[in-house]
């Protein structure tokens, strides 16, 4: 389970080659024995149960997935892109002792009591030299694999609890939703460190033997020539990336013409973004939807099943119930709060049993906190944050409406809508706009074209504020609760 696949293939097809990044390619054979002698040394390094891993995407951050595995610890990812005060959190809250890294992000834990083990200085095995054979840890599908962090959009980071069970649940029910195979090869873009390249971008295809090329870093250019280069099939990435994609001036149809599938998550794919990339292109972006508490996907289009405006059908294993206020069902079409049962769910949040016990059910279900609703065909339709609705003289509107009709406009880029205290409304809708490059905006302007796309009144925004940038997170979602903090504040 997880680990098996890796060692199986490294049996099997030695020189296969798994991975390509920044400083070259590994087989199936170098990346066993790289994470067999890391597990062996990792044994004898720590007695605590869980490892920190602040690496970028690459040959090492899969070895040394891999290899606390062997040592029989739980992984702990760092993202790498975090503040001090929050590296710091992670590593005192998930109590490990030893992280793996390498030299230039070893500073990041100046001043931790931590020990690091920097992956450039310990020996590689000599090519063509099989893994060794350590005892494997006996763990069953209810042990914590990975203990990964959120992102810490709405405040301090959670650690969540992924099982065995739940990983392995999850990259099975991905290869058979999206008929993954061998043969694809998968681009990696969106950091390790996030459920979603976890699972979609290193577990997915080492479980299938398949090659994944990984960019340490994204850029939009560097991208394009890894899937001319490579003849890529899978593209996964959050909607700005594939923005930043559609802006270069030198992409063609035929840049594409390898890829079986291009996967949209992580944030909601606007409308504009996807019609748009379709038109210039001739192929289409597939969404799917998961969080780092489902490990991470539960729905997806794909090529040979989807809808656009969906996230798609969930993948096999996963129940949804649409909920109300109350927790009942709602019927076919409704809206309200989307629940999921499932065995990809996390076991639960690390050493926060209140908020475990809010967030799951009696019944195993848990409460997303995101709005949707599933149509009569089983798609599923996300349509904003629980927590982000605003409400105007009792009327509820959804930031996530409003931010679809701003994109729609042609010299907009990107938009985030909240809520501002109102003392006569209770609350009044805000939006922030960034314009397209070489384009202007007016607050009244854009006021106007949301009235012209029949918006009702009292979710036009109020003031619209044209800025040079959003605050995002480091996986790049807009930090809304800074935004509303902001207005709220002045």
């Not at 389970?1 to 020189?15: D, Q, R, V, W």
């Not at 739980?74 to 809250?93: K, T």
């Not at 000599?126 to 069953?140: C, E, L, M, N, Y």
């Not at 475990?356 to 089983?378: E, H, P, R, S």
Request: proline share 7%.
């Amino acid at each position: 389970m997880l680990i098996e696949p890796l060692l199986a293939h490294a049996a099997k097809t030695p020189h296969e080659v798994a991975v390509r990044d920044d400083g070259g390619s590994h087989t199936y054979q170098q990346l066993a024995a790289w994470a067999t002698g890391l597990g062996i040394y990792l044994s004898a390094q720590t007695d605590q149960p869980n490892v920190g891993l602040l690496l970028p995407s690459g040959g090492g951050f899969v070895a040394s997935f891999y290899g606390i595995l062997l040592a029989g610890k739980c992984v702990v990812p760092i993202n790498y892109l975090l503040g001090e005060r929050e590296i710091g959190h992670v590593l005192a809250d998930s109590g490990l002792d030893t992280v793996v890294t390498i030299g230039p992000l070893a500073g990041k834990l100046d001043g931790a009591r931590v020990k690091i083990v920097d992956l450039t200085h310990l020996p590689r095995p000599p090519a063509g030299v099989g893994p060794p054979s350590p005892q494997r840890p006996a763990k069953g599908a209810n042990d914590p694999a990975v203990l990964m962090y959120t992102s810490g959009t709405s405040g301090v980071p959670k650690g969540v609890i992924l099982t065995y069970g739940n990983l392995q649940s999850d990259v099975d029910a991905c290869i058979d939703h999206a008929q993954l195979q061998t043969r694809h090869k998968f681009l990696g873009v969106i950091p390790l460190f996030h459920s979603f390249g976890m699972t979609a971008m290193m577990l997915a295809p080492i479980q299938l033997a398949a090659q994944v090329i990984y960019l340490a870093r994204f850029s939009p250019v560097g991208t394009l020539n890894a899937i001319r280069e490579h003849q890529v099939s899978l593209v996964f990435a959050i909607p700005s990336m594939f923005g930043a994609m559609a802006r270069l001036k030198d992409a063609s149809p035929e840049d594409f013409k390898s890829i079986y599938a291009l996967i949209s998550g992580g944030e909601p794919l606007p409308t504009a973004l996807r019609e748009g990339f379709q038109k210039r292109f001739n192929i289409q972006i597939h969404e799917g939807y998961g969080l780092t508490e489902t490990s991470p996907v539960v729905a997806l289009n794909t090529p040979n099943d989807h809808r656009p405006g969906s996230v798609g059908k969930t993948v096999p294993g996963v129940t949804v119930k649409i909920a109300d206020d109350d927790g009942q069902a709602m019927p076919t079409g409704a809206s309200g709060e989307v629940w999921l049962k499932g065995p990809m769910i996390m076991k639960g949040y690390y050493k926060l049993p209140q908020e475990t016990a809010a967030a799951l059910t009696g019944d195993g279900f848990f409460k997303t906190g995101d709005l949707g609703k599933v149509d009569q065909d089983g798609y599923l339709y996300i349509t904003g944050r629980k927590k982000d609705l605003i409400i105007v003289s009792g009327e509820k509107a959804s930031p996530r409406e409003i931010e679809e009709v701003l994109l729609r406009h042609p010299a907009v880029a990107d938009a985030a809508v909240v809520g501002k205290k109102d003392s006569s409304r209770g609350e009044v809708v805000v939006a922030f706009v960034i314009a397209r490059e070489g384009q202007t905006l007016k607050p009244d302007e854009l006021r106007d074209f949301c009235r012209a796309q029949e918006l009702p009144q009292w979710k036009i925004p109020r003031e619209i504020f044209i800025q040079n940038d959003l605050p995002r997170s480091p996986t790049g979602k807009v930090l809304k609760r800074v935004l509303a903090e902001q207005v709220n504040r002045a």
